[in-house]
């Protein structure tokens, strides 16, 4: 009797062990940044040295247009929608989705070729793209303002998203192969940058995005000048070290965003190899290494029309949403997909 109980505290402490283990795989949360280790600050602007005098009898324009002008991101933070007018240098926000752009109103105009907006909560921030800058906004007495700036951020900054996580903002230099850590305290807005991590074999590639999944980050596969391979990157959230180098056919080297979707790969793609938006496509596969092996589907026509560009996926609740242009009659989607079936696919824009 004795013999039994032994092994089976034996075999309930292994039990114990292998549980714990599989809990230590898990991506754990940062601990809180205590703004000590920095590369440096953001700046003030005017706006954020006197935040309660910039927002008095402060009054939103209204959108000048009826129409996107390559519309690159589409996101909700709390009960707000955002778009990201690209080639209208706009932000534009509204409470309720299908509200007429012409009535949305302008958060940012400040910025040249934004392509993403990304926020905590607490802060917002918009990559100025052609300006190389990143512009926070904090929302003071109800009203959206720009109250800090970080220069020199690298070359072409073109996409940025907040990890939960590890409590950071990555903000990704499309022309030079770098990432941007920015934190912030829990009790101040204040913006910092923390660390740049520099990724070699992207250095000379235009990639238009990165994906964060678990504790590895998936580097959209891209063009480059010298024609080199095209290829999706697979790196680790901490190093940045490459895990896993995934080849691509040329006609789809050119893509916009990895999404994972249930337990598919969504792929949107611009160009190929040669820059030509022919291409440009939605791809979906089990495996990114099945797209080499021509394992994949192509769903754009058969779900979203076809023969424009699409460009960056986001989800908000159990809908995911698709920015495209080239289309003036199709620029925002919204879809769902159950059981692995694209469904409810809506034309919201």
Known sequence: MKRRVSILLAALLL????????????????????????????????????PGKAVQDY??????????????????VDDVWFIVDCYHNRVLFTDKL???????????????????????GTVYLIDDTELNRILVYEKVDG?????????????????????????????????????YCLRRQADTSTVYLTDI???????????????????????????SPSGARPQILVCDIDTFAVKRAIDVPDEMAGMV???????????????DITGNQDYATILRCKSLEDLAEGQYEDIY?????????????????????????????HQIWSFKVENKEVTQVTSVY
Not at 22 to 32: E, F, L, M, N, V
């Open 257 to 271: 965003q990895i999404m994972p979707i249930d337990d598919m790969f969504y792929i949107t793609v611009s160009t």
């Open 197 to 223: 991590k520099k990724i070699e074999q992207l250095s000379d590639i235009y990639v238009r995005s990165f994906t964060i999944i678990g504790d590895e980050v998936y580097f959209a596969s891209g063009v």
């Open 98 to 120: 299908g509200t007429p752009i012409d009535q949305w109103n302008i958060m940012c105009n400040k910025a040249y070729y934004p392509h993403t907006i990304a926020s905590d």
């Open 15 to 50: 039990l114990g062990t292998i549980l714990t283990g599989c809990g230590d795989s898990a991506p754990k949360k940062a601990a809180p940044y205590d703004g000590k280790d920095y590369i440096r600050m953001s700046e003030l602007t005017p706006e954020g040295e006197d």
């Open 59 to 76: 009054v939103y324009e209204k959108n000048y247009d009826s129409l996107l002008s390559v519309p690159t991101y589409i996101t909700r």
């Open 143 to 179: 009203v959206f303002i720009n109250t800090q700036v970080l220069f020199d951020i690298g070359n072409r900054p073109h996409y940025c998203a907040y990890d939960e996580i590890s409590d950071t903002f990555y903000v990704w230099s499309s022309g030079t192969g770098e990432m």
């Open 301 to 329: 026509s058969e779900y979203f029309v076809g023969g424009g560009t699409p460009y960056n996926l986001s989800k908000v609740d159990d809908t995911y949403y698709l920015t495209e242009h080239r289309l003036k009659d």
